[in-house]
């Protein structure tokens, strides 16, 4: 290849390379006027978001606020409801060994009423049945006698009576 040629060749590749350079300087001025219209909109919308964002904050420190509270709270509830429990448990369970202990006292007064029952039937059974079973064994007696007596002489056996009919 001779030099002309070469040097031809390089001029077009040397023009191609400041074509290339020059698109890019292009471009970059393009980049350059997009990013400063980008810039002027952020910087529009930054005192948006700064006030965004400090709502934001305060929000989220109300709602902390109010969640620490709420748990104050709730935990407040529970301890006095696990203290009311506490006494409710020990209530029930005083209540429970005074019915007991009332439930054997009971149990021990109706025992001695059945025992006095008991002893209050076998006196009356004594003290009067057996007296008024003698005397009622003792009027049979002397009914019999005196219907002997007023029949004078002996009874045949059909003429038996019911009493006498045990005893044949």
Do not use: C
């Amino acid at each position: 290849m001779d030099q002309q040629t070469l040097l031809v060749v390089m001029t077009i590749f040397v023009g191609l390379v400041a074509l290339g350079m020059l698109t890019q300087a292009v471009m970059l001025i393009g980049i350059y006027r997009s990013s400063k219209g980008v810039q002027a909109k952020v910087v529009e919308l930054l005192p948006r978001v700064e006030s965004l964002v400090d709502s934001a904050r305060t929000g989220v420190e109300q709602s902390r606020k109010q969640i620490m509270e709420i748990s104050t709270t709730a935990n407040e509830i529970l301890e006095s409801a696990r203290n009311q429990l506490v006494k409710v448990e020990e209530v029930v369970t005083d209540a429970a060994g005074r019915a007991k202990i009332q439930m054997d006292r009971v149990e021990l007064v109706i025992d001695d009423t059945v025992s006095r029952a008991q002893e209050t039937v076998a006196a009356v059974h004594g003290g009067i049945m057996w007296p008024i079973r003698e005397v009622q064994g003792i009027a049979t007696g002397v009914k019999a006698a005196l219907g002997f007596l007023a029949r004078g002489s002996r009874s045949n056996v059909t003429q038996a009576t019911s009493d006498e009919e045990m005893f044949i």
